[in-house]
């Protein structure tokens, strides 16, 4: 399998659930991110690890942990969510994260886990 | 801080119109730009880039040119397909810095 694979790919969970998304990418790439996707809102950029470790955290809500075992896999573990936390969760890879000029800044997504909180 | 500017969409053209994005950017230094493009059910998919001023990008018959003196990277296509319809994202990277991304502008092809 090739690129960044997702899953699951749908999800609907009550505010009081614990659930996963699993995010791994085949490319050797070193840096993963993950993104929220809303209606009519830029992607808002939540969590970047670069060699496995955190080096961006946009002020996310606590509920909202993410964890990098290796370089290949991302997971987000949600709990206690809210109905405005419903929308599409992406992953992204890229080579590197911040590199000089930007040229390896190139980020490959996967297909993204679409979130329902009831 | 960073940031770009897509034209709200949605974009409504016929099969084989003239297709014409816009976009605007601000940074502070001398950024990478970027469109990505995302079909129905998927994620983002790069389209092209353009490293530094003056350059042009193209892929898929897409182009967009780096223009650092209107700070603009507007993404054309001269005869649109139905197969285009997505929604297009214009993007920078900054050196050392995270992407930022636009709010992302639907084109809606129709036969």
């Known amino acids: 399998e090739t690129g960044v694979t997702q899953t699951p790919r749908h999800l609907v969970m009550g505010m009081t659930n614990k659930k996963s998304l699993k995010c791994e990418q085949h490319?050797?790439?070193?840096?993963m991110y993950w993104y929220k996707q809303s209606a009519k809102k830029p992607l808002e950029l939540m969590f970047v690890y670069s060699l496995e470790e955190r080096v961006e955290n946009n002020s996310v809500p606590s509920r909202f942990s993410p964890e990098c075992p290796n370089s290949s896999h991302l997971f987000l573990h949600l709990h206690t969510l809210q109905p405005e936390d419903s929308a599409l969760y992406l992953c992204?890879?890229?080579?590197?994260?911040?590199?000089?000029?930007?040229?390896?800044?190139?980020?490959?997504f996967g297909p993204g886990t679409r979130l329902t909180v009831l | 801080g960073n940031s770009v500017t897509q034209m709200e969409g949605p974009v409504t053209l016929s099969e084989e119109a003239f297709l014409t994005i816009n976009c605007t950017y601000t940074?502070?230094?001398?950024?990478?730009l970027f469109w990505y493009v995302q079909y129905p059910g998927e994620g983002l998919q790069l389209l092209l880039k353009a490293t530094k001023a003056d350059d042009k990008g193209s892929n898929k018959g897409f182009e967009a040119t780096y223009r650092k003196e209107t700070t603009s990277f507007h993404l054309e296509k001269g005869s649109v397909q139905v197969s285009d319809s997505a929604v297009y994202f214009c993007a920078l990277s900054e050196s050392y810095q995270k992407v930022t991304f636009g709010t992302g502008t639907k084109l809606q092809v129709i036969p």
């Open positions: 992204a890879s890229s080579q590197d994260f911040g590199s000089a000029r930007g040229h390896t800044d190139t980020q490959y």
């Open positions: 940074a502070t230094g001398y950024p990478s």
């Open positions: 490319l050797g790439h070193n840096a």
